[in-house]
């Protein structure tokens, strides 16, 4: 009965050796989701994801599950056929991986988020933190610029132009004029 005992623990002891080193730490599944993102190769994407996953971008909103995922990434590689994307670096524990990026494309494709193409170079960076359990991204935040999105598109204008200066002084005075009606509606009684 010993000797079973003794066999049944060292055979157990190599299976869980072959499954901790099947699993991959959250730098290794970044580093080859992103390697996925990089070759616009959307199933290679989901492979890395939990069917049930969370995708946040913070400047456009949650995407859940792998329909909701893929939807999303068909999208940005139509709308900017040229993407282009560069990890800069990774850091991770055991848990999580946070990614630096930078990604650029031409706006030239499909519309994206219900905007036309107008041909505009886009260069954005940014930082996806990413959960990662039993080797799968469960969910992952994004965190971009949106501003730099919209000059870049032509939504805002460009940085320190004084199309923005006209932009803030408009702004500015409208806040004021709200704030002047505010305190005398206040200051009047009513």
Request: aromatic share 8%; hydrophobic share 40%.
């Amino acid at each position: 009965m010993a000797a079973k005992d003794e066999t049944r623990a060292r055979t157990a002891k190599p299976r869980r050796t072959r499954a901790k080193s099947a699993a991959k730490s959250p730098a290794e599944v970044a580093r080859v989701a992103f390697d996925a993102v990089a070759a616009k190769d959307v199933d290679a994407i989901l492979s890395f994801w939990k069917p049930d996953g969370v995708q946040d971008w913070v400047a456009i909103g949650i995407r859940r599950g792998h329909d909701e995922i893929r939807s999303m990434f068909e999208e940005i590689f139509a709308a900017t056929p040229d993407f282009e994307i560069v990890v800069e670096r990774i850091c991770a524990d055991d848990e999580t991986a946070c990614v630096q990026w930078r990604s650029s494309g031409t706006f030239d494709g499909g519309p994206f988020l219900g905007i036309e193409p107008n041909g505009r170079r886009i260069d954005l960076r940014g930082v996806d933190v990413m959960q990662i359990e039993d080797g799968l991204i469960s969910r992952n935040t994004v965190y971009y610029d949106g501003a730099a999105f919209a000059r870049a598109v032509g939504m805002l204008p460009s940085q320190d132009s004084p199309a923005e200066r006209a932009m803030f002084t408009a702004f500015n005075a409208t806040t004021k004029l709200r704030r002047a009606i505010r305190e005398r509606t206040q200051g009047s009684g009513a």
